[in-house]
């Protein structure tokens, strides 16, 4: 036997052992991977020892070939054996660290209601959007071209006056309508236009049992060619029939600088008629303001605020208590 092939030997064996009592030793998978790359790694010590194959003998290679493959399935199944141990205490211990006491009596989480505003807005969507209308939104901070010279209303005009707003100092606005959102979306848009914009919205007016300063309000929109009052007409029957049932409605003359003609909708409510929204035909300087043709398009719009279509919805006597907070108030719905 050569010193080469004695050499290696004994490094073969005191390798297998070095490597047995460190796996032993090991105290969590991260260490153990490194002890696999430090043994048995493609620079590890056994890659190491074979590089000393080349000086030996052609008949004494294939027992020292023999030897390290002992040795390194001796390692793997080492490693394995503890891996397997270490991952089995892994989970234990997870287990021990989330284990529940199902003993002790449990926290109690009273079970949370939709408030009526927002069901509300959520019932009044799913009509449109089921009669083929698509959500649209904007911002509530407007500019005073959006939010009235766009919608047919300059400076001067008087209707103004019935729609007035809170101010910011650099000139913009908190928006009284969501009409806002029907011109931001047909700037972006080519006709046909179907859209439902829901959204809060701000006016200057005394809070009284049927008003309130802030509240909601849901727009619809629809241009294309060849749209009629008629079809205003129609499409705000088949919503208030959905919301209400079969109930009494009518159609009122009105006034609103973006539409033309306009009219009120009345909806009969504890024996009177109780005014719902506002509707008309888009007026042809809105359609020109966005870039479409008045010539060849029409469309039609109408808008409510949601406190009054609860009201009438949940038979409530004072829009007021739909802000109160009160839980007894809140938790009948």
């Not at 090991?26 to 020892?49: F, H, M, N, P, T």
């Not at 079970?111 to 799913?126: A, K």
């Not at 209308?133 to 901070?141: D, F, L, S």
């Amino acid at each position: 036997m050569t010193t080469q092939l004695s050499d290696l030997e004994t490094q073969l064996s005191t390798l297998k052992q070095e490597a047995q009592r460190a796996i032993a030793t090991a105290s969590d998978l991260e260490q153990l991977e490194q002890l696999r790359i430090k043994y048995l790694g493609k620079k590890g010590s056994l890659s190491q020892v074979l590089g000393g194959m080349g000086k030996l003998d052609a008949s004494e290679r294939p027992r020292i070939g023999a030897l390290a493959n002992e040795v390194k399935e001796l390692i793997q199944a080492e490693l394995e054996q503890t891996r397997s141990t270490l991952q089995t205490a892994q989970i234990e211990a997870q287990l021990e660290a989330e284990t529940l006491d199902v003993t002790m009596p449990g926290i109690y989480q009273p079970q949370g209601r939709t408030h009526p505003l927002t069901s509300t807005i959520d019932r009044v969507v799913d009509i449109f959007v089921g009669l083929g209308y698509t959500v649209a939104q904007g911002p509530e901070m407007e500019s005073d071209y959006y939010n009235f010279e766009a919608l047919n209303t300059p400076a001067d005009h008087p209707a103004r006056d019935m729609a007035d707003t809170f101010y910011l100092p650099d000139g913009n606005l908190l928006r009284t309508h969501t009409s806002s959102v029907q011109i931001r979306y047909m700037e972006n848009n080519e006709p046909p236009v179907r859209i439902v914009a829901p959204g809060r919205v701000y006016r200057r007016d005394t809070v009284d049992a049927t008003h309130t300063a802030v509240f909601h309000q849901v727009e619809i929109l629809a241009v294309d060619e060849g749209l009629t009052f008629t079809d205003l007409r129609g499409t705000i029957k088949i919503f208030l029939e959905s919301m209400f049932g079969e109930c009494p409605i009518r159609f009122r003359p009105s006034f609103f600088p973006f539409t033309e003609p306009s009219a009120e909708v009345d909806l009969q409510w504890r024996g009177r008629w109780l005014e719902v929204m506002g509707c008309g035909m888009v007026d042809p300087n809105v359609l020109k303001a966005v870039g479409y043709d008045p010539e060849v398009y029409t469309g039609f719009a109408a808008g409510f605020g949601v406190e009054r279509l609860a009201q009438v919805l949940h038979q409530l006597d004072d829009i007021r208590r739909l802000y109160s907070s009160d839980l007894r108030f809140l938790r009948q719905f």
